[in-house]
């Protein structure tokens, strides 16, 4: 069954972030019905975080948030990924590791 599945790639991504989850998704064959959204990492958070490609990312993904709580769209954070989940909003009150 085809499973929508988004990338959401800055400046700095790591192509293990990008790469591994792809194939990893690639291999699961069957995946649930909702679209699956994928933060990979950067190599350095502290510098590609703190571009204005960052805050147009953490905004958008700031709108998110009502497909998420619908369980319409489901997050997987790669690495520093998470904080870029975090910087936006999407991990408040929700237990996440990486």
Avoid: K, N
């Avoid at 950067?42 to 497909?67: G, K, M, N, Y």
């Amino acid at each position: 069954m085809p499973q929508t599945v988004l990338f959401l790639i800055l400046p700095g991504v790591m192509a293990l972030d990008l790469t591994g989850p792809a194939e990893t998704l690639r291999l699961a064959g069957a995946l649930p019905p909702d679209c699956l959204l994928v933060v990979p990492g950067v190599c350095d958070s502290a510098i590609w975080f703190a571009t204005p490609q960052a805050e147009t990312a953490r905004r958008w993904l700031h709108r998110q948030q009502p497909l998420l709580r619908a369980r319409q769209l489901s997050l997987i954070c790669v690495c520093s990924g998470a904080l870029l989940a975090a910087q936006a909003g999407l991990l408040d009150g929700v237990q996440c590791t990486t």
